[in-house]
């Protein structure tokens, strides 16, 4: 899976599961996938799964009364931005195959997220997309790598 750093123009690549190796390539001569692409094949049908990764605010515990996701689950918080996009998008397209992945986990930080990476990977792993959304925790501690 590549992991585009819009800031960098770089991709980090992961090597799978289980092979635990990172690799970042500059990404300038690398066609990169975009929200339209994937609005494209959600309007024709297509599962095209994104997925957000991040702390509390991605995860949406305590809200409503919903417990916390626990890696190499499929969590689903019906109170959380990722399924409440993903019943906006069923709802204008038509695709009832779109999936919009909840990989967040509260309490955690990036440096959490890079060391479990595998691990959260084994269950999103067909993710075309990512969005990141960690810092909340990250500006709390010194645990910014």
Same mark, same amino acid.
């Given at each position: 899976m590549k992991l585009y750093d819009s800031f960098s123009n770089? $991709?980090?690549t992961i090597d799978g599961v289980g092979n635990g190796g990172w690799h970042v390539e500059n990404a300038s001569n690398t066609r990169k996938t975009t929200l339209n692409e994937a609005w494209n094949n959600w309007e024709r049908g297509n599962?095209?799964?994104?997925? $957000?990764l991040g702390d509390s605010t991605t995860d949406?515990?305590?809200t409503s009364h919903t417990t916390r996701n626990v890696p190499g689950t499929d969590y689903i918080n019906p109170y959380?931005?990722?399924?409440?996009l993903e019943q906006l998008i069923k709802a204008e397209t038509g695709n009832t195959?779109?999936?919009i992945y909840n990989a967040g986990f509260s309490g955690k930080? +990036?440096?959490w997220a890079y060391e479990n990476i595998e691990t959260i990977m084994s269950e999103y792993g067909d +993710?075309?997309?990512v969005g990141i959304s960690y810092g909340i925790n990250d500006s709390l501690t010194s645990d910014i790598g």
């Open positions: 770089n $991709f980090i599962k095209y799964p994104i997925m $957000f949406g515990n305590t959380a931005y990722p399924y409440r195959n779109v999936r930080t +990036a440096s +993710a075309k997309m």
